[in-house]
């Protein structure tokens, strides 16, 4: 079987292999308040938004490159006489082939999306300068991941290492034989899984031109966590 469980258009019911997402919501919303009181010197802001982002071409192009139309066999320890017509040969699809790497993409799909946020305080020190300190962070949901579905089960991975390393191969002759899904190598499935979340606070000192002295001063403390 040349497919051997592999989707493509032909043989899939709907016309994308992916879900579909037609009720992406993306509000913005910012706010400038100039309190009473300070002489117009003080400016309060706030904003929120919400962003939708892309995949890269680098993710989606390499999946052009996928068996039953493009093989990347790797065969180890075999002589070319092993490889001429009729015997272990990759490039005969009536032969027994070896197990081949493949990508692949998550049908549930997400689309990346970002929570942007802010509040900052402005205020006038003196002429032409001016101080401003600003809470500035965002949180990242369905975040592009690889994971590999096909890894070797962990009660045999002693013995692929025994093998690989010590070349004991009583326990385990052959690691893809062992994996879930049989004849296939690593499958890398990139999922929208991701987390991120990032939280700052910036201060910024601004001088403008004022008898040939310009100059501007900032300082940020921010801390990123993802997985």
Partial sequence: NTLNGIITPKNFPRPSLLTDHWHDFEPRLGIAWLPHGFSNKLVIRTGFGMFHGRDAISQTSSLGQQPPYDYYPVLN???????????????????PQPPVTISALDPIYNNPLSYQYSFGIQYELG???????DYVGNHQIHLGQNRDINQIPAQYQLGVFDCAILGDCTAVPIADAVRPFRAF????????????SYNSL????????????QFQVAYTYSRNISN
Avoid at 127 to 132: D, F, N, P, S, Y
Avoid at 185 to 196: A, D, L, P, T, Y
Avoid at 202 to 213: D, T
């Fill in 185 to 196: 190598s690593v499958i890398n499935m990139n999922e929208r899984v991701g987390v991120s």
């Fill in 127 to 133: 002429a032409q300068t001016t101080l401003e300190v």
């Fill in 202 to 213: 910036q201060v910024f000192v601004n001088h403008r031109m004022q008898r040939g002295v």
């Fill in 77 to 95: 320890n075999l002589t070319f006489s092993q490889l001429a017509p009729g015997g272990l040969s990759p490039f005969n699809p009536d032969l």
